[in-house]
Every structure is written in structure tokens, then in C-alpha cells.
């Protein structure tokens, strides 16, 4: 079983890359930032506090997060290829608990990540706020994301490295060198 964790800043391309992925190597995807925007739209109360974390771009708890998350290994298919977890884990703790759940299930996983610079970051966010319609795509949100991946995903890096399953990949690149890095990771 191949799992991913797919880590990255706000508009490295987690979720584009996911794509690629999911076509050349039949996995199965999870976007975090899909299941929240999800609940958001379903309009429930918990989408309310959901809503208003992600507008000022501030992540959801960890615990909130962390049920999300079990609920999808526990209810995964036997013959399931792998999955891309893109956008989680995002705080060292989450890292953790990710860790501890796929262990349960006799699985683990390779870190991939997406590095791009702050500047490219924003022009591409910029661009995708014309016609994506999400309510975190403005300068001022994009910017406290960043800080955000700064102060509490970043140090992720550190965990993974230190337990040797970091593959970091230059996302400054086309979206088809990026994911031709990519490949070269998988295919090894
Ligand atoms: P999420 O939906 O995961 O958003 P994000 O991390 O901010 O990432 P984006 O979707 O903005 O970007 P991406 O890296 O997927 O890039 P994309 O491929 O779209 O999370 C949203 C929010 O949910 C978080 O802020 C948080 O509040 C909450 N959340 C989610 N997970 C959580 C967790 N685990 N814990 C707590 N809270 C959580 O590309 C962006 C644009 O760039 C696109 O227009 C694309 O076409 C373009 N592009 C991509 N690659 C390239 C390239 N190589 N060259 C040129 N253009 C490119």
C-alpha cells in the first residue's frame, strides 16, 4: 500500500498534484480542506465554526480533525491501493496521531513536500481567488495562511526527517515538473 502525505504551503499544489497522482496511480484522495468546505456547505452548526476558522484562515483542533481522520482509515476498502492525505497532518501533533492511526492498521507513509516561494504562493492564490469563490483566497487571509503553514506546519518537516520518510520536491517549477519530481519519488 502506497500512502502519501501530500504537505505544502497554501497554493503549492497539493491539490492539483493530488490529481496527477490519483490518475497514474489509482489512490484513493483526501483533501482535508474538501470535507471542511463540505460541512461548511451542508450548512450544520458545526460548518458555522468550521466557516468561520477557515475565513480568517485559522486551522480547525486538532481533535475535530483528528475524528475526520479515523473515521476515513477505519471505513477504507480492503483492497484499497493507498491514499493521498493532502492537507493533513498540519501541526506536529497531528503528525503524531497520524502516525499512531496508520500503525493501528499495520500501514505508514512517505511526507511529500510541495516547496514554493512566498512570492509565487501569492500570485497563484491571487489568480485562483478570481473564479474560485473561496472566502480565503483575499491578500490579507492568503498572508495569515502563510504564517499560519510557517509557525505550525512547517515544523512538521522536522518530524518527518527524523523519521526518514521526508521527500521534499521544488514546486517552483510547471505543474508538469513538479509532478514529474514526483514520480521519480513514487516510482522508486
Ligand atoms: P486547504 O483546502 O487544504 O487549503 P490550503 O492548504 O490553503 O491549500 P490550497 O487549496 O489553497 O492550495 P493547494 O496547495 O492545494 O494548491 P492548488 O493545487 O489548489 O485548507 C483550507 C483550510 O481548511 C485551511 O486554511 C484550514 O483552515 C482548514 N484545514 C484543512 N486541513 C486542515 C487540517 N489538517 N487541520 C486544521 N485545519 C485544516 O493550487 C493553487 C493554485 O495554483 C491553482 O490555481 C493551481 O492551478 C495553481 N498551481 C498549482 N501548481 C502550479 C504550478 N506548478 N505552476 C503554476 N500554477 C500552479
Redesign the pocket.
Known sequence: MLNIILC???????????GFIVEKYGLQHL????V??AEIASGSELGKK?DD??SK??????DL?YGVIENYIASLPADCKGTIF??????VA?AEALTSLLAKYHMDAIMID?L?DEQ?LIQ??I??GKV?G?A??NLNTIRH?IA??HNQTEPIAHYYLHHGNYCPVN?????E??FLQIERILDK
Request: charged share 25%; no cysteine.
Open positions: 505544502g504551503a497554501p497554493g503549492s499544489g497539493k491539490g492539483t498534484q493530488s483533501s482535508t480542506g474538501d471542511l468546505r468550521i476558522l477557515i484562515g485559522n486551522l480547525v483542533p486538532d480533525m493532502d492537507g493533513y497532518p498540519r501541526t497531528q510541495l514554493v509565487l497563484r492564490l489568480e485562483r474560485s473561496r480565503d483566497d495562511r499560519v503553514y514546486g517552483n517549477h510547471s505543474v515538473d513538479v
